[in-house]
């Protein structure tokens, strides 16, 4: 069982309900191999934490960007709060290293972890909501994931990688990128398409996904990290 009470000092939150924290870090598989441990796994907390954690960002983001729309706001918060980025942050505090899981869990690794983690980490924002309220929630937030919209935006992470692509080529060259499906394997509920992207008649990348829309983007993504842009 790993020192939870050392990790809320690493953390820099003294839960006073240190059953919280080990609820928030209880994944369900868990449960099905180590009963009478710990009685709860995570996910009402990671539901509660989901919502504090769009309350708060929403705020932060309408102060922070004051001319900013709506639409831009709402894309700047999805990136923010993606699966990607919570599973970043979760990583960096050590979350990964306290999660209580099966064996099977355990051993996931890649998106399946991402997902695990990202999770984990609104539980134990909702855990933090309901042991010491939303303002220290919010602190928390802002020491650990705030500080990542600069990068975002430096990036142009918040847009897809088929908008930001073709703004780009616009800009750099004038020409507006367009996608050609090169195969198309696997049966009707197993397809897999490669798609090509191109500027002109030049192939600049090719990308592969379970849709021809999913293969677009994974072909524009490929393109901005061949070129550089």
Do not use: C
């Not at 919280?20 to 796994?41: C, D, F, K, P, W």
């Not at 505090?93 to 996931?108: R, T, Y």
């Amino acid at each position: 069982m790993p020192d939870f009470a050392a990790y809320t000092e690493k953390l820099g939150v003294p839960f006073t309900n240190l059953n919280l924290l080990i609820e928030a870090l209880t994944h369900r598989s868990y449960l099905n191999e180590s009963r009478g441990t710990v009685s709860s796994h995570n996910e009402r907390l990671e539901f509660l934490g989901d919502a504090v954690l769009e309350l708060a960002v929403t705020h932060f983001l309408f102060t922070k960007f004051p001319k900013k729309d709506e639409g831009e706001l709402t894309a700047y918060r999805a990136s923010l709060v993606n699966t990607f980025s919570l599973a970043g942050v979760a990583e960096t505090i050590g979350l990964n290293d306290m999660l209580l899981l099966s064996k099977g869990e355990s051993k996931d690794t890649g998106r399946a972890r991402q997902i695990i983690l990202a999770n984990a980490f609104e539980a134990l924002l909702g855990a933090i909501y309901l042991d010491q309220g939303y303002a220290a929630a919010e602190a928390f937030l802002a020491k650990n994931l705030y500080n990542k919209i600069d990068e975002i935006i430096e990036k142009r992470a918040w847009q897809d990688a088929k908008s930001h692509f073709q703004e780009v080529a616009q800009d750099k060259q004038g020409t507006t990128p367009s996608y050609k499906t090169l195969e198309e394997i696997g049966p009707d509920h197993d397809k897999k398409f490669t798609v090509g992207v191109f500027l002109g008649t030049k192939e600049i990348a090719k990308g592969t996904g379970k849709s021809k829309q999913e293969a677009e983007q994974s072909a524009a993504q490929a393109a901005l990290d061949t070129t550089g842009w």
